[in-house]
C-alpha cells in the first residue's frame, strides 16, 4: 500500500507564493530521484524540476528558473516544490514522480514511472 501523495496546493493571487509537498508513506523517498511536472487546463504536461537522491538538482524548465525551487527532508520522507511571484499562466495541476529503479534524475521526468494523483494550483489575476 506504498502511495505518493502531493498536497499544498490551493487558490493563491498572482505574484504570491506556495509550497508544494510530495510525501512518501510505505517506502523511503530519499533513496530515489523525485521530480515535479504540470498540465494545465487542455495543455499538455510540463517538466519542471528533479531532485536526486544525494541532492543533485536537475532543470527541466527555464521558464520557471528562479522562481521555482525544489529541495527535500529525509526526515520528513517529503520533497518540495517552492513556487514564487506565481502568475496565471502556473494555473495547473502539480505532481511529483518518482521510481524506485532511480536515483539519479533521468533525461525526462516523466521516465520516473510513479505519480501521485496530483494537487491543483489556482493563480487569479
Known sequence: QSQLVESGGGLVQHGGSLKLSCAASGFTLDSYAVGWFRQAP????????????????????????????????????????????????DTAVYYCATDRRRAACPASVFDLRYWGQGTQVTVSS
Not at 52 to 60: D, E, L
Not at 68 to 87: A, E, G
Open 42 to 89: 487542455g495543455k499538455e504536461r510540463e517538466e519542471m524540476l528533479c531532485i536526486s537522491s544525494s541532492g543533485y538538482i536537475k532543470n527541466y524548465a527555464d521558464s520557471v528558473k528562479d522562481r521555482f525551487t525544489i529541495s527535500r527532508d529525509n526526515t520528513k520522507n517529503t520533497v518540495y516544490l517552492s513556487m514564487n511571484t506565481l502568475k496565471p499562466e
